[in-house]
């Protein structure tokens, strides 16, 4: 069925390295991929998402690559920051005019000093 | 915009009783969801309105869990007799409709049957 993998359930990193959080998916289509942040005590917003023109998004200093060939769309930072310790989820469309986002079970980031 | 909102923002409850969750979503937005949060699920859909109908209410448990949207301005989510098993973050979010526009979630109502 439509679902959405994220392998790391959490990812802990030292701050000046570099973050990748994994996101794979499956469709019968190709979806709208999104990554949603939730900080501690705050609701879930969006942090980027994919393009229907295959350019790369970019916010905050993350992006992220959708490859249709591996059905995937990792989170990538080239270097971690303290503020960046939080619960990062993938996210894919249904397909349609369906707006329903389907998650993944999310990855706690924690980046250390 | 003051964003979606969510009230109560806790909530505990005895085995068996009723919660009753209430959202409004932001204005203008056609599409309003609910989805539940645990450690261990991470963030599950329960249901899906558009325009006030009923679209996909494909992840509520059938038995003891509705949803309404009685006008454009709130939801409601309801869980009869509850179980321990239903503690969770319930998180209602809303959209301008398009299937890859962003989701603007609420901060969330923290359920606790005790």
């Known amino acids: 069925g439509d679902s959405v993998t994220q392998t790391e359930g959490l990812v802990t990193l030292t701050e000046g390295l570099p973050v990748m959080l994994n996101c794979t998916y499956q469709?019968?289509?190709?979806?709208?991929l999104f990554w949603y942040v939730q900080h501690l005590n705050e609701a879930p917003k969006l942090l980027l998402k994919?393009?229907?023109?295959?350019k790369r998004p970019e916010h905050q200093g993350f992006h992220a690559t959708l490859h249709k060939s591996s059905s995937s769309f990792h989170l990538q930072k080239s270097s971690a920051q303290l503020s960046d310790s939080a619960l990062y989820y993938c996210?894919?469309?249904?397909?349609?005019?369906?707006?329903?986002?389907?998650f993944g079970k999310g990855t706690k980031l924690s980046v250390k000093s | 915009n003051a964003g979606v909102i969510q009230t109560p923002r806790h909530k505990v409850t005895g085995k068996g009783q009723e919660a009753t969750l209430w959202c409004e979503p932001i204005?203008?937005?056609?599409?309003v969801f609910w989805y539940r949060q645990t450690i261990v699920q991470g963030l599950e859909f329960l249901t899906y309105?558009?325009?006030?109908?009923?679209?996909?209410d494909s992840g509520m448990p059938k038995e003891r869990f509705s949803a309404q949207m009685p006008n454009q301005s709130h939801s409601t989510l309801k869980i009869q007799s509850t179980q321990p098993q239903d503690s969770a973050v319930y998180l209602c979010?809303?959209?301008?409709?398009?299937?890859?526009?962003?989701?603007?979630f609420g901060k969330g109502t923290r359920l606790t049957v005790v």
């Open positions: 979010a809303s959209s301008p409709g398009q299937a890859n526009t962003e989701v603007f």
């Open positions: 469709s019968t289509y190709s979806p709208f």
């Open positions: 994919s393009f229907t023109d295959n």
């Open positions: 996210a894919r469309n249904s397909g349609g005019s369906n707006a329903k986002l389907t």
């Open positions: 204005s203008g937005h056609s599409a």
């Open positions: 309105f558009r325009n006030q109908a009923p679209i996909d």
